[in-house]
C-alpha cells in the first residue's frame, strides 16, 4: 500500500466550477498535510497546509482534514483556466520525510 | 527573500559518469530535502540533511549521496550514472524541518544518454 494516494485524473471541470481533489494516506500517525501545484516543466508550488481536522480556506482554495478517515482534499472554488496543473498531496507522518502522491491532473476548460 | 536555488538548471551526462548538483535554501532555513521526479514515479524522496546531519534517507542506492555544509547550502552527488538516472533532480528547504512546510527550487534536469 502506498503512503499516499490519489486519483491521477484527468480531471476536468469547467470554468467557474468548483474542483474537488482528494488525498488518502495510510499513516495514521500523520501529523502535517501539504498540496502543491506544479505546471507542466516546472517545480512544486506549495499551495496549503492543514494540521487540524476541519476546513482551512486560503482565497479560492480550502483544504479539508479528516484524520479520522484518513482523507485530505482540496477544494478550488471559481476555477480558472490557470488553474489547470497536477496537484500533488504531500503527507509528513513524523520526522523528517515527506511522502507524496503522484497526483491528480486537472484542466479546467474556458 | 529570494527563494531556493538550483545550479545547473540542465544536465547531460554519458552512462558512467558522475554528476554534482547544487541547492541553496532559503535564507535562514537550516533543512534541505533532495528529491527525485520521473514521469512514472512521481517524487520520489532521496534524503534530508539538517544543520550538516543526514537525518533521513530514502530507498535510493548508494550511488546517491549527499552533504550539507555550514552555511545550509547542499550537494548531492550520483556516481556511475545509469539511463534510469534521468530525471528531474529537486531540493525543498524548510525552516526547522521536513514536518514544516517546504519550499521547492526550480530543479535540474539531468539527461543521461
Known sequence: QKE???NSGPLSVPEGAIASLNCTYSDRGSQSFFWYR???????????????????????????LNKASQYVSLLIRDSQPSDSATYLCAVNPTGNQFYF???TSLTVIP | KAGVTQT????IKTRGQQVTLSCSPISGH????????????????LFEYFSETQRNKGNFPGRFSG???????????????ELGDSALYLCASSSQGAGNEQFFGPGTRLTVL
Do not use: C, H
Open chain 2, 8 to 11: 545547473p538548471r540542465y544536465l
Open chain 2, 67 to 81: 552533504r550539507q555544509f555550514s552555511n545550509s547550502r547542499s550537494e548531492m552527488n550520483v556516481s556511475t550514472l
Open chain 2, 30 to 45: 537550516r533543512s534541505v530535502s533532495w528529491y527525485q521526479q520521473t514521469p512514472g514515479q512521481g517524487l520520489q524522496f
Open chain 1, 38 to 64: 506544479q505546471y507542466s516543466g516546472k517545480s512544486p508550488e506549495l499551495i496549503m497546509s492543514i494540521y487540524s481536522n476541519g476546513d482551512k480556506e486560503d482565497g479560492r482554495f480550502t483544504a479539508q
Open chain 1, 4 to 6: 499516499v494516494e490519489q
Open chain 1, 101 to 103: 502522491g503522484t497526483g
